[in-house]
């Protein structure tokens, strides 16, 4: 049973940046795809962005050219460096394995952190 732990949310004022980790523990095929979601007050949870065993990755519209997802296979772990961060990043950021198909737009969703809150103040 994989176990995912993040890490490293905080506060910020705008224009900041915050990196976030995901420590990856128990079994997690390498060969998986990994991403990072969110979730504001009120609002549905939505895919951020994707990472797959290539290194081939997907952002949403919303995140492109200020956030950049990464990993570290050695180590197990993900990441998601923000940049840039605005009032409307605001939101509990979840670290997620198994993401089919592996895009922000995920229909099956394999395991789940417990998520870490970001707040971003203008």
């Known amino acids: 049973q994989a176990q995912l732990e993040e890490s490293g949310g905080g506060s910020v004022p705008a224009g900041g940046s915050l990196r976030l980790s995901c420590a990856a523990s128990?079994?997690?095929?390498?060969?998986?795809?990994m991403g990072w979601f969110r979730q504001a007050p009120g609002a549905k949870r939505e895919g951020v962005a994707s990472i797959d065993s290539t290194g081939s990755t997907s952002y949403a519209d919303s995140v492109k050219g200020r956030f950049t997802i990464s990993q570290d296979s050695a180590e197990n772990t993900l990441y998601l460096q923000m940049d840039s961060l605005q009032p409307e990043d605001t939101a509990t950021y979840y670290c997620a394995a198994e993401l089919v198909p592996c895009t922000v737009e995920a229909r099956y969703i394999g395991y789940w952190g417990k998520g870490t809150q970001v707040t971003v103040s203008s």
């Open positions: 128990g079994y997690v095929n390498s060969r998986y795809c």
